[in-house]
């Protein structure tokens, strides 16, 4: 051993560094690659995927469930949900288009189904040679008449509930849902069950929009909405009833005892602090001398 010391003592590497062509032995090193792990409600729902084709049908289309993971990575995002029924998912044809001039396009209902992936009803809806689905709305059923039109006339068309008209169209205090945010896009608000807006005032080309939130919106007398509430009003009102009904909406189960939350997280339970015996003090208090003459002999008098 201390041969091997003495031996190291001699070593020198000034012929390693005058060869830059000599190899050099580097030990092997572990780069490490931070994974961002994807956060919901960022425009990306971690409950299913849905296999659209190419062209649109009524078919009902092939899902995917996902229980709350990322399909990339597997990993856990939302921690909620898990388990559910697999539904069919039914593709929704957000874009009511009707003739710009002209008598409106009548179009007749055909069936109004119940679909699993969303909150309200599903119409099945049929105009000469095709087939759609569009949001039901609420007294809407089968054998129902519905107009789409893009013309505004100079006079406020009395529309009936499930037609589809320009907010310009529209008179005051009308009920409307499944409004366009920009003219010619797909309907993007007021989809959910029992939603509607009320059209409250207009001003120059635009048309203002009062949701359940009271909140106000300003658009553009083009944007298309059509007419009632979404259907399936007492969404929120039926109960859940059981911990299976509750799997089979696609929540994922918790325990069912109450537990105190611990940790960081939690609201701490300490032992009180010891009882104190307060007794009276040994020491008298310091005579305080002024500056003023005469206040300092006052303080004086005091003790």
């Known amino acids: 051993m201390a041969g091997l010391t003495k031996l190291f003592q001699n070593l020198t590497i000034t012929n390693l560094l005058k060869n830059p062509f000599r190899p050099l032995i580097v030990p092997e090193r572990t780069v490490y690659r931070f994974i ?3 956060l919901p409600g960022k425009g990306k729902a971690f ?24 399909p990339v990575t597997g990993r856990l995002v939302a921690k909620g949900i898990g388990g559910g029924i697999k539904h069919k998912y039914h593709w929704i044809k957000f874009e009511r288009d009707g003739p710009k001039e002209g008598p409106p396009q009548v179009e007749k209902v055909l069936d109004i189904l119940f679909d699993g992936c969303r909150t309200a009803h599903v119409a099945l809806v049929g105009v000469g040679t095709e087939l759609k689905y569009i949001i039901a709305s609420e007294n809407m059923k089968r054998g ?32 409307i849902h499944c409004l366009e945010r920009i003219p010619g896009h797909a309907a993007h608000m007021l989809t959910a069950a029992g939603t509607f807006g009320t059209i409250i005032r207009k001003f120059g080309n635009r048309v203002v929009v009062q949701v359940a939130s009271k909140k106000e919106f300003a658009f553009d007398e083009t944007c298309m909405a059509t007419v ?23 929540y994922r189960p918790r325990s069912g005892l109450w537990q105190r939350k611990t940790g960081k997280h939690g609201r701490k339970i300490r032992r009180p602090p010891p009882m104190r015996i307060m007794t009276a003090s040994k020491s008298k ?5 002024l500056n003023e003459p005469s206040i300092g002999t006052l303080r004086d008098n005091n003790y």
């Open 36 to 38: 961002k792990k994807p």
């Open 285 to 289: 208090p310091e005579k305080m001398k």
């Open 144 to 175: 129902d008449l519905i107009k789409t039109s893009r013309f505004i006339p100079r006079i406020p068309v009395r529309a009936n509930e499930g037609d589809a008209y320009p907010l310009g169209a529209l008179p005051l205090n009308t009920r």
């Open 47 to 70: 409950r299913r995927i849905v296999h659209y084709p190419k062209e649109y049908t009524v078919e009902p289309l092939q899902t995917t469930n996902l229980a709350g993971r990322d």
């Open 228 to 250: 009632g509430r979404v259907s399936n009003v007492d969404k929120n009102k039926i109960p859940v009833g059981s911990a299976t009904r509750k799997r089979e909406l696609g």
